[in-house]
């Protein structure tokens, strides 16, 4: 016996009544013969949701799943459940009550089991036995592979959180700090020679930094996120962005940068500002998220470059940047 696979969606309607299980019947008709009934049984559900790998303020691996309530009327959860691979996580929210038009966000341990590129589902469960479903994949990388971003107040004299280059005309330190306002990106180059004919979009041309940003850590998410840059240009320190989090072309952009020369020392400093308000769904409370730094040099010769990370300079992947945590 043969079959025939048909995506069918399903939208509620103003009278539909959530959570209340019904019964969907598809027919079809081949050629004037009519075949067999499909038969599905569905529930009325109503769901914003999102999910998103957070550390929790002990330290702690966890799914931020939030769930958000768009009916007229208050839902109450009877449970919260998440799968990780094969492995089943309770989370602690059984009662709860959502108000019309507000939001409950939850966090789920992730167990120690999962790996790289592990697949979850969280499950939240309404009174009456309707399920609300969001997906996503975690990622954990070892201790070592990840890179701490500190207090703002205490970016000077901190030590780099990666160095790169070891050429004497062109190496790079790079420091991370935060602030409940933005991320701050510091990079140090040692530079022989200072040059910087473009402006705007075209500042990656000449000596620059260019600096790109996910969600999540490295493979939780398919965009390459944003992309900012930073100049030393005729007019003076000039901040752009590349790419906004949602992938269009940038235009204009709340970030700040300051770019100082010294030449008696070789030095170029870049330290960009980039407002948490310009980066969601990036933010301070999730304390982790993805980056990437590129560091461009032009001595007269044609364009070459440092790179702390991936992702930028050839095929815009999210998934080559640096781990990176918010670190009090």
């Not at 043969?2 to 009278?15: E, L, R, T």
């Not at 965009?223 to 752009?240: I, Q």
Request: a negative charge; charged letters at 20%.
């Amino acid at each position: 016996m043969s079959s025939v696979a048909v995506a069918v969606k399903v939208s509620a309607g103003p009278d539909t009544v959530m959570g209340l299980r019904g019964e969907l019947r598809v027919g079809a008709d081949f050629g004037g013969r009519k075949a067999s009934p499909s038969v599905a049984e569905i529930t009325g559900s109503s769901l914003t949701g999102t999910a998103g790998h957070v550390l929790t303020t002990g330290g702690k691996h966890a799914v931020r799943a939030v769930y958000t309530n768009t009916t007229d009327r208050p839902t109450r959860l009877s449970a919260v459940t998440a799968q990780f691979g094969e492995k089943r996580v309770i989370a602690p929210t059984r009662g709860a009550t959502v108000q019309p038009g507000e939001s409950l966000p939850v966090d789920v341990p992730i167990p120690g089991t999962a790996k790289d590129g592990t697949d979850y589902r969280v499950r939240f469960v309404t009174v009456g036995d309707a399920v609300h479903r969001i997906t996503g994949t975690v990622s954990v990388p070892s201790v070592d592979a990840i890179t701490r971003a500190g207090p703002l107040a205490q970016i000077d004299g901190a030590p780099p959180a990666a160095s790169v280059g070891k050429a004497p005309g062109l190496s790079a330190d790079v420091t991370l700090a935060w602030s409940q306002e933005a991320l701050v990106v510091d990079v140090c180059v040692a530079d022989d020679v200072q040059r910087q004919t473009f402006t705007g979009q075209n500042i990656w041309q000449g000596d620059s930094v260019q600096v790109a940003l996910a969600p999540g850590f490295p493979g939780e998410t398919v965009s390459a996120g944003a992309e900012y840059g930073a100049a030393l240009t005729s007019s003076g320190a000039e901040s752009v962005v590349f790419r906004t989090m949602d992938g269009s072309p940038g235009t204009r952009t709340a970030a700040t940068s300051t770019v100082t020369r010294d030449d008696s020392a070789n030095r170029t400093r870049y330290r960009m500002s980039l407002p948490w308000a310009e980066l969601a769904p990036i933010a301070a409370d999730q304390r982790l998220l993805s980056v990437s730094v590129l560091v461009n040099d032009d001595d007269g010769g044609g364009r070459s470059f440092l790179a702390w990370g991936g992702g930028i300079s050839h095929a815009k992947d999210s998934g080559q940047y640096n781990a990176v945590t918010l670190a009090d």
